[in-house]
């Protein structure tokens, strides 16, 4: 008889049954992230590796929305939700090209690891483009509509896994953040660091979590148990499956010494609350288990954790999924494209517009000048897919104001040191700019004429008709130079790194000279050449055999030459756009960037950079009107003077050029606001490596910034009525308050409501190194109202929202005085109203 029930039971878990039946060796196998087939469990082959940050990524054409700081700038909760579902139907519709058992490599699976809802600390991170800024109740909101999307509306058939990361207290610096150690207070950690995480879990219902690289106190967060086990599990009900940061299990031991070798480390993280491994250090799991490190039990825990997730997703054990009914056409739709515009044009901040220089005149003719105007990696940001047909800034102006009126100048590249994509003012064939091109594969061509050499071929052809990989491509013309001097022409590629058996070659000739023929080492080669300015025949050819990720022609020219251009330019123009800012090659994760400004990914001042500055003045002089257009993924200083009008445009993704012309045309109403704050010198900030919150971000920053968190102008403008509601509510008890929002301009436009309060005071003296909070958002809403209109808007304040963190880290709402500011930004940054209340009864506690 038992034998029977037992069996029974197998049959009804067949997850419990397939582990029961594996040696540590296979548990160990299936623990990290690339797991092999495993025939007798009935496992197909699968990497739990995937990527969907601001679109599916890595996984070839895709629909490619505004990096995910430019999301975060629409402040637009529902639109969030829009997005993760676009993000998943698309993983679904590729992972659904294929039978359910067959084997996934990397990029390929239903298991996505986003969003980053880490907090944007300081601006001078590199990641820090992947969040969603500054404000903890922001990012958490966010999150959560992002992983509903996601995820889908049933939690026990997910769409796809989403996994917030990277818990936690992780922000920079790059360098050194496999093994630096953060030792948050415990009001820094609960008042800021924590929250998002809680939302994404409690309310956001989470199914996976990924782990941080750094250490808190001494341990490594992917073996800290009571952050990984009783924090998220006991406190938050956490009942998914957690994963660590690439390699942050090696780390225990490689980096941080927590323990002496890969069995001590797979053990700490296993028994610490870390069920997957990305990486390798889970195979020593067997030797861990043989010296008694971890037990049988703990290692089955963690993998039923893994496998059940397989299950979910009906991609394993027989399970099946609703979601399997989506077309593998679902890719790239008008519907997905449609999204993409209307983030982008949402995400857009109109920072400033003195003299109403903006929305610009019909007819105007315009000198777009900048290198941010036409570069492909500035659109799409890290962690992207492949943009099916990107537009540029320069294409979109371009697009909506007629070719024949607009003039275009790069004036500069972006940093001293740090190479840009040769422009296609500088390249030339056919008597048009840009080189004829021709990709070749067996039976088959592609004849075009390509402005610039800046491609991303991840995972896909680069023309209908030809193959994803095996193909030549060739560009011939004529290399213009602006003028005479000493040239870099370098041969760029982003490579593959995983699973690749070759790599790509080309060969470039130049005026006749070969001036290399060959393999890419590392992924880039840099020529030197002394031009006396005068054109010359160039023949550049790549040899496609690999799954080589990107080929890119760049340069650094020198400086006199490129800004004359753009200062002819500019004086024949009525306007000047200048899209200036920073770009991917220097702000990202690790990044080998060393050029003044900027190390490892990660800024050392957030000026902007002086080749730029140099542009900016030069083109001041000509007394050209000068719209400023920034392209980053965080705060660049500038000085508000430089420009007539500026705009923060981020990195807007595959719609990105088409958004910005319509609202420089005014087509589109700007309304989006900031995420971060954007300081006035990087002497405003504490050092990088300190992770207390003193002086940092909006809620504790004591001086004057270029423009705050909140900030954001619009062509119209509104008026706010005093807010509504009970002036006195008793500690532990919701509060509803609130007002009628007029649009009292002459267009119709989007405002974003926003709330901040002003609690009373923890008890007790702030301590020396202690921030004092300056006020916190605690509602926004973005809103559409037609000229002339009014729309009443109201906001529910619970518990939590009215809570203060003391030194110890509790949470709780005080009796007392509060303060509530409802407006379209911070108290002073435009229209709105403070509203009283008070709040009645005994201390009460708020949960952690």
Known sequence: MIPALLLLAQVADPVSAA??????????AQLQSTAPADAAAGLPAYDWWGEGLHGLARNGVATVFPQAIGLAATWDVDLME????????????????????ANRRIYEGLTIWSPNINIFRDPRWGRGQETYGEDPYLTGKLGVAFIHGLQGPDAAHPRVIATPKHLAV?????????GFDVDPSPRDLEATYLPAFRRAITEGKAQSLMCAYNSLHGVPACAAGWLMNDRLRRDWGFTGFTVSDCDAVSNIHSFHHYRLDAAGAAAAAVKGGTDLNCGTAYAALPQALAQGLVSQG????????????????????????????????????????????????KSIVLLQNTGDRLPLKPGARIAVIGADADDLG???????????APVTPLQGIRTRFGAANVAYAQGSILAEGAAVVVPETALRSNGKPGLAGTYAATGTSVTRQDGRIDLDITRRAPAAGLPVTGYVARWTGEFVPPGPGRYRLILDQAQCWKDCSTHDTARLVLGGRTLHDGALPKGRVELTIDSDGTAQPIDLTLDHRSEDESFRLLWIPPAEPLLAQAVAAAKAADVAVVVAGLSPDLEGEALSVQVPGFVGGDRTDIALPLPQQRLLDALKATGTPIVLVLSSGSAVAVDPASADAILANWYAGEAGGTALAEVLAGITNPAGRLPVTLYRHTGDLPAFVDYGMKERTYRYFTGTPLWGFGHGLSYTRFAYDAPRGATSVAAGSDLTVE??????????????????????????????????LQRQLVAFRRVAVKRGQTQRVAFTLDPRAMSIVERDGRRHVAPGAYRLYVGGGQPGDGAGQWFDFTVTGSDTEVAK
């Open 19 to 28: 582990i029961a039946a594996m040696t540590p060796e296979q548990k160990a």
């Open 739 to 772: 007002t009628a929002v007029t649009n009292a301009g002459t267009r119709d436009g989007d405002e974003v409501v926003q709330a901040y309060l002003v609690p009373p005071a923890p008890a007790g003296r702030p301590g020396f190194t202690d921030p004092v």
């Open 82 to 101: 829009r997005v993760g579902t676009v993000v998943s139907t698309e993983a679904r519709a590729k992972f659904n090209a294929q039978a359910p058992s």
């Open 298 to 345: 703990e290692v089955d825990t963690a993998l039923a954790r893994a496998l059940r997730a397989r299950q979910a997703l009906g991609i394993a054990f027989g399970a099946k999924s609703p979601w399997s009914r989506i077309k593998p056409t679902e890719v790239g739709t008008p519907a997905h494209h449609a999204a993409a515009l209307e983030a982008a044009r």
């Open 170 to 178: 992780h922000s920079g610096p790059e360098a050194g953040r496999d």
């Open 378 to 388: 500035v659109l799409q940001g890290n962690y992207h897919g492949t943009a099916a």
